[in-house]
């Protein structure tokens, strides 16, 4: 399979997920189905792009923007990147929904932290956590 395919793939099966967490906020399961199936598989895939490409000697190259871009001239690295950031933006997705239902937040006020999430990941974690705190007044409220 190219990284083209699975990069198609794994966002179209995000996008599920995203789906999943905007459109059905209460469903009791969605946090067994988006962690047990979906980001699950986006880690199988992660693993595997990072075991056939990755090589023990490119750790070194993390210790600069100039190395960390020399590793995304790889297709395949590329992709396994992006796949790392579908799962970990939709874990983020998972502890908005979670902690929005925990602090009684309306869900019409998650939906922009979702889709801000969905497209620039920690922008939508913030304007989540500014919500909470205008709502809980607590800055350091509990988390889980």
Not at 6 to 35: E, H, M, N
Not at 74 to 95: E, I, N, P, Q
């Amino acid at each position: 399979m190219t990284p083209e395919n699975i990069f198609s793939i794994a966002s179209s099966v995000a996008l599920i997920g995203w789906i999943i967490l905007i459109v059905l906020p209460f469903w009791r399961s969605s946090d067994k189905f988006i962690i047990g199936v979906i980001i699950t598989l986006f880690a199988i895939v992660y693993t595997g792009l990072i075991f056939s490409s990755f090589h023990f000697s490119d750790i070194q190259k993390f210790n600069s923007l100039e190395g960390v871009e020399d590793l995304f001239h790889s297709k395949l690295l590329l992709t396994a990147g992006w796949v790392h950031y579908l799962a970990f933006d939709l874990m983020t997705g998972l502890f908005i929904r979670n902690n929005a239902l925990k602090y009684g937040i309306s869900h019409w006020l998650v939906i922009p932290c979702l889709l801000l999430t969905f497209m620039l990941g920690p922008i939508g974690l913030l304007l989540f956590l500014l919500i909470r705190f205008i709502i809980s007044k607590q800055y350091f409220a509990d988390n889980f």
